[in-house]
């Protein structure tokens, strides 16, 4: 080794010509990759200055190279950092790994620790452990209580919080961020939904006195983390967890927020229980999702720590499915009506030939009265639904769904998919595929969804997979989709909402499809309300 190092010291233009040599020979693969369709894969960093180059538009990146490599292509991260996976909008590969194929793909891992906020729960709980959680869910959401108690809860909100902070900002003549109007509102909602109990975080007074409630931030502020943890190499955020620095240290916050407001309705809920079982309370028990899940009965062996942990990942699970759902959809679809005032006209001609269930008193003296419709008055509201299915093909809540290979396979495209690959499903890009939606696939058409006699349409899960595919499908898909109608149609019937001009809204990135700059608008009263 002596030998060599003065050697090369000697004739430093051995040395030279050899870094030459690679320079060229990494130059020349470079260049043959930028031929080929999709990202280019460069020697050592891999696909990772894709990424870069595309931070502000990472989703529309991947949807034109997916486009380009025929719905789907290999991502390789750089050397040594475990970033590669499959990426596919390919309908056949989702009805294959999530349905038909199902067995072969578990959630994995890694996606376990990159997204374990939610800890072991339903979201990202995998074999034995999914079966067991699962049934018990899907007995919860099927409770004919827990459904009524989740509509009800709906409309109330609606009537109690939204409609009178509209009217206030109305009377105001003031811009509102509109995306944190549906933060505060759908926080509302899941909140009295999972634990019986009203933050009031768009009330007039809280909405005025300062930010969102620390729970509905820190539900945000995790799914930001959980994307950078699938961009970066795993190495990179767990030594950011480990010194405690970055989006890492927000995540262990939002986390401890979490855990605080979470674990506190526990013990409230479990001092209700006791009360009631020593004679000094007149009521136990409750429809709200804590309570049926506390009184499912608890599997042997399994100890108070335990018990607890389990009730606190389900109801974190499902704030953040359920408020991220609505969040995301609402903001989506007022900027939609915001361009598309032809859509905005037919919802509106549609909800004025229906009977509102409540009414609300405007704020201002002799301003009248607002409506409210709850889910069954919407039932005939078939364009509203239309529209809400439109805005979310475009604008999906979760853009992305991933699984892991548990085995070897084959997908229906002849793409080879080793054991432990990493398949990303770009939700996102699916609804913006000619080859799936057509030639008009860009374009906001509710038609589309609507049957020559006027009823809503049905398009598989495979192609629409937007609550999910297969065994995994979202168990909350029609209350979602009622919460979102409920609260479009009485913003519709009531009020105007118009973009401020000049600002820009654009996707962020995000496992949640949020805004990057939010959306500002006014509110104005219609005048026919």
Request: aromatic fraction near 10%; charged fraction near 20%.
């Amino acid at each position: 080794m002596g030998a060599l190092r003065s050697f090369l010291l000697s004739y430093p233009e051995f040395l030279l010509a050899a870094l030459c040599f690679l320079s060229l020979a990494a130059l020349r693969r470079g260049v043959r990759a930028r031929r080929q369709p999709g990202p280019v894969r460069w020697p050592v960093v891999g696909m990772l200055p894709f990424v870069l180059g595309n931070l502000g538009r990472l989703l529309d990146a991947t949807t034109d190279a997916l486009r380009e490599c025929g719905l789907t292509f290999a991502f390789r991260g750089p050397w040594l950092s475990r970033a590669d996976f499959l990426v596919t909008c390919d309908p056949a590969a989702v009805q294959h790994c999530l349905a038909s194929s199902h067995a072969r793909y578990d959630k994995g891992r890694d996606f376990a620790e990159m997204f374990d906020v939610v800890g072991d729960g339903l979201l990202v709980a995998d074999a034995a452990s999914w079966a067991r959680q699962r049934h018990v869910a899907a007995a919860v959401f099927g409770d004919p209580a827990f459904r009524a108690l989740v509509l009800s809860t709906m409309a109330r909100q609606t009537a109690r919080l939204l409609v009178p902070f509209l009217d206030h900002a109305a009377a105001a003549d003031c811009v509102v961020e509109i995306e944190d109007v549906f933060m505060r509102y759908a926080l509302d909602v899941s909140y009295a939904s999972a634990f019986g109990a009203d933050v009031d975080a768009l009330s007039v007074a809280a909405a005025a006195s300062g930010p969102v409630p620390p729970i509905g931030q820190a539900t945000r502020v995790a799914s930001e983390a959980a994307l950078l943890r699938h961009i970066v190499p795993a190495w990179w955020w767990r030594l950011l967890r480990w010194l405690n620095v970055g989006a890492e240290r927000r995540l262990a916050e939002a986390k401890a927020v979490l855990d605080e407001f979470v674990y506190r309705e526990i013990a409230n809920r479990k001092s209700t229980l006791a009360a009631v079982a020593t004679g000094n309370e007149g009521q136990g028990g409750g429809s709200d999702l804590l309570s049926l899940y506390m009184a499912w009965p608890r599997e042997p062996g399994v100890t108070d720590r335990q018990r607890d942990q389990f009730l606190r990942d389900s109801a974190v699970g499902y704030m953040f499915a359920a408020k991220d759902l609505i969040v995301a959809a609402l903001t989506w679809l007022f900027y939609i009506l915001c361009t598309h005032p032809h859509v905005e006209a037919r919802i509106l001609d549609e909800l004025r030939s229906l009977r509102p269930t409540a009414t609300v008193a405007a704020a201002t003296t002799g301003a009248g009265e607002h409506a409210v419709f709850d889910a069954d008055a919407l039932q005939p509201a078939s364009y509203l639904h239309a529209a809400v299915l439109e805005t979310l093909r475009l604008f999906p809540p979760a853009p992305f769904e991933e699984k892991e290979a548990v085995a070897a396979d084959v997908l229906p495209d002849g793409t080879e998919v080793a054991k432990g690959t990493r398949v990303i499903f770009c939700i996102y890009a699916m609804g913006r595929m000619e080859e799936i939606w057509g030639n008009d696939c860009h374009q906001f058409r509710p038609e589309r969804w609507l049957s020559d006699n006027g009823r809503v349409r049905h398009e598989p899960s495979h192609k629409f997979a937007v609550f999910n595919c297969g065994p995994r499908s979202c168990l909350g898909k029609n209350l979602g989709l009622s919460n979102i109608k409920i609260a479009a149609a009485a913003i519709l019937y009531n009020f105007q909402v118009e973009l401020v001009d000049s600002h820009v809204v654009k996707p962020q990135n995000s496992v949640v499809l949020h805004t990057k700059n939010g959306m500002r608008v006014r509110i104005k009263r219609r005048k026919t309300a």
